[in-house]
């Protein structure tokens, strides 16, 4: 009799620890983003690029779970004709490409609400650092982008078992354009996200 309760205490005990551990997840997720800018000289119109990275789910109560991201992504961008013109008193190349490269590195801190076992929405603050600068809009090779800036993300995401479906838009809060300019030209940029994660464990 004794041997019996002992083994069931121990069956509980473990129950409860792998419950414990399960309340944290870590995955992979990849996708594609649409980037646009809203601003002086540069093309509203969305272009297309990819993103990838990991993520994290910290299980808070039975609804609630905070969703933190660490991921790596390419945004595709376009500048008008009429940049030079805009900014020509601040050395603007004249014949500068069209096609503008920007990679950042993006950490979203998410708080995700589940409305079922399947769909939850989530939103949050997000901060993007520019790894990667690749155009020629000004002369000398000067940066027309700001190193840092502040978004917030809200979206949905779709669990099924270890598959994860997310569908997010992001809004620039502060100013990206790195140019000095005495006409006060900002730019902010926004971002739609569609991919797939998978939990890893």
């Given at each position: ?5 002992l ?23 990849a ?5 646009g800018?809203?601003g ?16 994290a ?17 390419m945004?595709s ?14 050395q603007?190349?004249p014949?500068?490409?069209e ?12 708080m995700?609400?589940?409305?079922s ?7 949050g ?7 990667y ?6 002369k000398?090779?000067k ?8 978004a ?27 140019i000095e ?16 994660g998978?939990?890893?464990f």
């Amino acid at each position: 009799m004794l041997a019996i309760v002992l083994v069931a205490a121990g069956a509980n005990a473990q129950q409860k620890a792998q419950a414990k551990e399960k309340r944290v997840h870590f995955g992979l997720k990849a996708g594609m983003n649409f980037s646009g800018l809203d601003g002086e000289g540069i093309q509203s119109s969305m272009q297309q690029g990819i993103d990838a990275g990991a993520f994290a789910e910290v299980r808070l109560s039975k609804k609630w779970e905070f969703a933190p991201e660490l991921y790596y992504s390419m945004h595709s961008l376009k500048r008008t004709s009429d940049f030079q013109s805009r900014y020509y008193e601040l050395q603007a190349l004249p014949s500068s490409d069209e096609k503008i490269k920007l990679h950042y590195i993006s950490l979203p801190l998410l708080m995700r609400y589940h409305i079922s076992n399947v769909i939850a929405i989530e939103a949050g603050p997000q901060y993007n650092l520019l790894a990667y600068e690749d155009d020629n809009l000004l002369k000398e090779s000067k940066p027309a982008f700001k190193k840092s800036e502040i978004a917030v993300a809200a979206g949905a995401t779709l669990t099924l078992e270890k598959f994860r479906i997310y569908g997010r838009y992001m809004l620039g809060l502060s100013d990206i354009n790195g140019i000095e300019s005495t006409k006060g030209y900002t730019w902010k940029s926004r971002q739609l996200q569609i991919g797939i994660g998978v939990q890893i464990f």
